[in-house]
């Protein structure tokens, strides 16, 4: 058993799902893993299921039936984990973007640093991206600076969705009135958690573009995040946060 669950949303991950699954099993520190597909029609889950044999217990696998966006799926992974025993609960991408190298970093900034969400952040310490073009890096920094000026949430990187969450943090927030399913449900959470009085604590990674595979945005995901956010902060200052 381990007190750690690293979430992994999917949809037509096939050329990525072993490798990453492996690499996170391949940690020092003992990860379990949820993957959470979305009926992914390259067959990503018959993949984990494959799998499964070789990692008995270690790994697990939630279907849904339609691809509802990442914040919904990040939401059910959540519930499946809080309903069990795992304290630390991860975010993490399946592209290799987030590296699996860096989970321990994530994990000990919760379990020995103090704090009470751990972010996996390209901004911290300089721009530490690559194989971005100008133009993405560019949307990405702007959202942060946008997002951060607008709810005034002290994070450099508020769209990262490489992060560590302790369980009492999730346990708070009422998870079914997260408004946003897109880019800007990573930064709904950090939000609510901060309004909530938790730590937040950003770890410094390099980011690098998945080589393998789509990308998932589009500009209906970029409207939600520059339009969602002001009306996020407005209804925090009006209504009581959740």
């Known amino acids: 058993m381990t007190d750690a669950l ?19 099993f391949s940690q020092k520190k003992t990860f379990h893993v949820l993957v959470v597909d979305d009926s992914s029609p390259d067959g990503t889950a018959d993949k984990v299921r494959e799998l499964m044999g070789a990692f008995p217990g270690k790994l697990f696998l939630e279907v849904r039936a339609n691809k509802t966006g990442l914040g919904t799926a990040y939401i059910h992974g959540f519930k499946w984990a809080l309903a069990r025993s795992y304290d630390y609960i991860f975010e993490m991408d399946a592209d290799f973007s987030h590296n699996p190298d860096d989970l321990e970093r994530l994990y000990l900034a919760c379990t020995q640093e103090g704090a009470d969400l751990s972010i996996g952040s390209r901004y911290v310490d300089g721009v530490n991206v690559v194989n971005w073009p100008m133009s993405r890096i560019l949307l990405s920094y702007g959202a942060s600076i946008y997002s951060r000026l607008i709810t005034g949430i002290p994070v450099k990187d508020t769209t990262a969705g490489f992060v560590c ?3 009492a943090v999730l346990e708070a927030i009422d998870l079914d009135s997260i408004q946003f399913v897109g880019y800007a449900f990573q930064i709904e959470l950090k939000f609510k958690a901060w309004k909530k009085g938790f730590s937040l604590k950003e770890v410094s990674i390099i980011f690098t573009d998945r080589t393998k595979g789509k990308s998932k945005m589009n500009s209906s995901i970029i409207s939600e995040a520059i339009f969602g956010i002001i009306q996020m902060k407005l209804k925090s200052i009006f209504k009581k946060e959740n």
């Open 165 to 167: 969450y302790k369980r």
């Open 6 to 24: 690293v979430i992994i949303p999917t949809f037509n991950e096939v050329e990525n799902i072993e490798d990453i699954l492996r690499a996170v």
